[in-house]
Nanobody, 121 residues
Framework: QVQLVESGGGLVQPGESLRLSCVAS????????MGWYRQASGKQRELVAR???????DYADFVKGRFTISRDNAKNTAFLQMNSLKPEDTAVYYC???????????????WGQGTQVTVSS
């Protein structure tokens, strides 16, 4: 079993910053990719950014230049630094990890419970 716990969400004004954290725990042999997704009210979940264990990153066009994803492989932790936040960034942000886990060392996709980010004046 793998658990992902996000933190760092909150209410901020436009132009401000937030830093999200995601910690993975459980029986983990490796994590190939960690990513952040978001889901706004009434919309589908979408990719925000993801990072491989080798620090290769991929960003959605709507966050390029504003958000930065990073990770600490030794601590099974990923971060999302969000700058210049806009009202349209308001959503529940979810952490995802592709994890090699269990006695059989299966590869699973695990999700956190989400953290709310609200950008409003």
């Amino acid at each position: 079993q793998v658990q992902l716990v996000e933190s760092g969400g909150g209410l901020v004004q436009p132009g401000e910053s937030l830093r999200l954290s995601c910690v993975a725990s459980g029986t983990i042999f490796s994590i190939s990719v960690m990513g952040w997704y978001r889901q706004a009210s009434g919309k589908q979940r979408e990719l925000v950014a993801r990072i491989t264990s080798g620090a290769v990153t991929d960003y959605a066009d709507f966050v390029k230049g504003r958000f930065t994803i990073s990770r600490d492989n030794a601590k099974n932790t990923a971060f999302l630094q969000m700058n210049s936040l806009k009202p349209e960034d308001t959503a529940v942000y979810y952490c995802n990890a592709i994890v090699e886990t269990g006695r059989a060392r299966r590869v699973c996709s695990s999700w956190g419970q989400g953290t709310q980010v609200t950008v409003s004046s």
